[in-house]
């Protein structure tokens, strides 16, 4: 339960059912896809690993989240995008705050606005959430018999 890829899976489910259906990614900040390239579909949320913290029960895993929209050559869409992409980033932290039974989000999320990010002509919100999780131990000298 305190691994990243349960956090990813859980994440992924989620988000899979959540109305603005975006694309989701899990990854290092530097391998961050060439935005303005993709054919993939918008939005995207795209989690960057950040930092990990064990204590006696939990585990914290620490990412950079970007909930990213095409911006529209005009810029007509711009406020549509900013406001969407709040409203994204602000579902994660409420349900994984207050709805999910294992994952919690702890301290508050601030968020910054991205105008063009990347010169990507994409646009949104940044933030760090921390999630966390029960700590659990794998006994590893029972693996293999």
């Known amino acids: 339960m305190t691994s990243i890829k349960y956090l990813k899976n859980e994440l992924e489910t989620w988000l899979s059912s959540h ?7 899990f990854e290092f900040t530097e391998q ?18 950040n930092t990990s913290e064990s204590y006696t029960n939990v585990i914290t895993h620490t990412f950079t989240v970007y909930c ?3 911006i529209a050559d005009d810029r007509s869409n711009i406020v549509d995008v900013v406001s969407e992409m709040q409203l994204l980033m602000n579902d994660i932290y409420l349900h994984f705050q207050t709805n999910h039974p294992v994952i919690d989000v702890i301290g508050l999320v ?5 105008n063009n990010f990347d010169l990507d002509y994409v646009g949104g919100w ?6 966390e999780l029960p700590q659990i131990c794998i006994n590893y000298t029972n693996f293999g018999d």
Do not use: G
């Open 19 to 25: 109305p603005a259906n975006p694309k989701v990614f």
């Open 32 to 49: 961050m896809p060439n935005l303005a390239t993709m054919d993939e579909a918008y939005p995207l949320i795209f989690f960057a690993f």
């Open 68 to 70: 990213l929209d095409r």
């Open 110 to 114: 601030s968020s910054e606005a991205l």
């Open 126 to 131: 940044s933030a760090q959430i921390t999630f």
